[in-house]
């Protein structure tokens, strides 16, 4: 068991080189890079604000920029270094955990995303949960049931709110109860009010749930359907096994069969499909709805940096999420193992 665990997080490190070095890669060919998006800017407020900024680097637009005043811009953000020498100085940096200053927040990376994981964790804990809560039951309820009018109805539903992707159900609940053309009923931005430091334990704690009913929903509805039909399948698979049929034959209960054999059974795959689930919904299944409902967390920062081409936080930002993922993969298997002691831990 431990030569295992050790094998698989030293392969940790092999893993985070190659996605390190594919997304570096891409970045460096990505047209509009951070000296573009600087000069860019530096030519609007030339335009609007009479180049106060542009002057302080010597620049004149009208006459057009030197090879110089572009060098000085390229050495600010490091890319006056040639790409081998900036890909294996960033390689050694995350491998002790520097992972870099943001060019445009002008912060530590780390610190930025420390500060903005609480926002993404309580958004990905509350879609993993609940997802789990409610789709397991309908699973089996749905195995159970498997060809009846009850069944089907539900998966059609069920397949109806996959139809509608979970950024346009959260426009659309925007517009129903957060003050668009309908109800004033759920907050329109934000995880928590304005005055929330003046309001008692039970208002906070009310008014977070109050800010999270719709994002959550957002996030849910559209994947019911995947994890209902994975527990569906697993299920009916169980249920169809040779051991069942002896377990039957030898006049066991079916309450009995399900609960003590198939039950435990079944759940084994999806127990080995949480951690990849729980990172989903942590960073994935937060990008798009923290943009959407203005939630200040990992997916809006990601995003912002995407867009302006910060590359030290999509680096650090992926880098972080890379090594929890791995690392719950790691501790999924050992979970595993422990659940059902047939399944063993080669070296």
């Known amino acids: 068991m431990l030569n295992y665990i050790l094998k698989r997080l030293l392969l940790i490190i092999p893993t985070l080189i190659g996605i390190l070095t594919i997304t570096f890669i891409i970045i460096q060919i990505v047209p509009g890079g951070p000296v573009e998006q600087f000069i860019s800017s530096l030519k609007q407020q030339s335009s609007e604000s009479g180049g106060s900024q542009a002057a302080s680097f010597g620049m004149n637009f009208s006459r057009g920029m030197d090879n110089e005043q572009i060098q000085q811009i390229k050495q600010m953000y ?3 270094k040639p790409i081998l020498y900036r890909y294996f100085h960033t390689i050694s940096q995350f491998a002790k955990f520097d992972l870099g ?4 927040h002008h912060q530590s990376v780390l610190k930025l995303v420390i500060n903005k994981l609480p926002v993404s964790v309580s958004l990905g804990i509350w879609a993993f949960f ?7 039951p309908l699973g089996i309820y749905q195995a159970k049931k498997n060809g009846t009018f009850i069944d089907k109805s539900s998966t059609f539903i069920l397949l109806a709110m996959h139809a509608l992707p ?6 659309v609940l925007l517009v129903l109860f957060a003050g668009g053309n309908f109800w004033q009923v759920f907050p329109l931005r934000g995880i928590i009010s304005a005055n929330f430091e003046n309001l008692t334990i039970w208002q906070k704690i009310c008014d977070y749930l109050w800010h999270m009913v719709l994002p959550i929903t957002s996030m849910l509805l559209s994947e019911l359907i995947i994890l209902t039909q994975f527990t569906k399948n697993g299920f009916l698979d169980e249920m169809n096994k040779h051991y069942v049929m002896v377990l039957k034959a030898k006049g066991l209960k079916q309450n009995y069969i399900f609960y003590k054999h198939i039950l435990k059974n079944a759940l084994l795959p999806i127990v080995s499909s949480m951690p990849a689930a729980f990172i989903a919904s942590l960073f994935a299944g937060s990008l798009l709805i923290e943009n959407l409902f203005s939630l200040d967390g990992l997916g809006l920062l990601s995003y912002e940096s995407i867009m302006r081409r910060d590359y030290p936080l999509v680096l650090g930002s992926l880098y972080i999420f890379t090594l929890i993922g791995l690392l719950t993969r790691v501790m999924s298997d050992i979970f595993l193992s422990w659940l059902d002691p047939r399944i063993k831990l080669y070296n």
């Open 166 to 171: 979970s950024f346009a159900l959260g426009v």
């Open 130 to 136: 609940l997802s789990y809560v409610i789709c397991i």
């Open 78 to 80: 490091g890319f006056d």
């Open 101 to 104: 200053q943001s060019y445009f």
